[in-house]
Nanobody, 121 residues
Framework: QVQLVESGGGLVQAGGSLRVSCAASGRTLGRRAMGWFRQAPGKEREFVAVITGAGSTTFYKDSVKGRFTISRDNAKNTVYLQMNSLKPEDTAVYYC??????????????WGQGTQVTVSS
């Protein structure tokens, strides 16, 4: 069994920064890719970023490139998303997930409960 728990969300002004974390328990996920997705009110869930099991390769949604950084600490079984230069359109519930190295949510089989990120203008 795997449990993923996000934390670190909150309210931030446009242009500000926030780091969300995802802690895994149950078993280690060092051989699985970890992704971040988000869902804004009234919108479909969308891909944000993904990192390979070893943390050596990353890929991002175009709109967050240069602003967001995904990283992981396998010793702590934790993945992070550092979000800089936040924009109101980044407002969403952010979810972490474990699965394949992919931008498709269908390739992930473990999900956290989400953490709310709100960016004010």
């Amino acid at each position: 069994q795997v449990q993923l728990v996000e934390s670190g969300g909150g309210l931030v002004q446009a242009g500000g920064s926030l780091r969300v974390s995802c802690a895994a328990s149950g078993r280690t996920l060092g051989r699985r890719a970890m992704g971040w997705f988000r869902q804004a009110p009234g919108k479909e869930r969308e891909f944000v970023a993904v990192i390979t099991g070893a943390g050596s390769t990353t890929f991002y949604k175009d709109s967050v490139k240069g602003r967001f950084t995904i990283s992981r600490d396998n010793a702590k079984n934790t993945v992070y998303l550092q979000m800089n230069s936040l924009k109101p359109e980044d407002t969403a519930v952010y979810y972490c997930a474990a699965g394949r190295y992919s931008s498709s949510s269908s390739h992930y089989d473990y999900w956290g409960q989400g953490t709310q990120v709100t960016v004010s203008s």
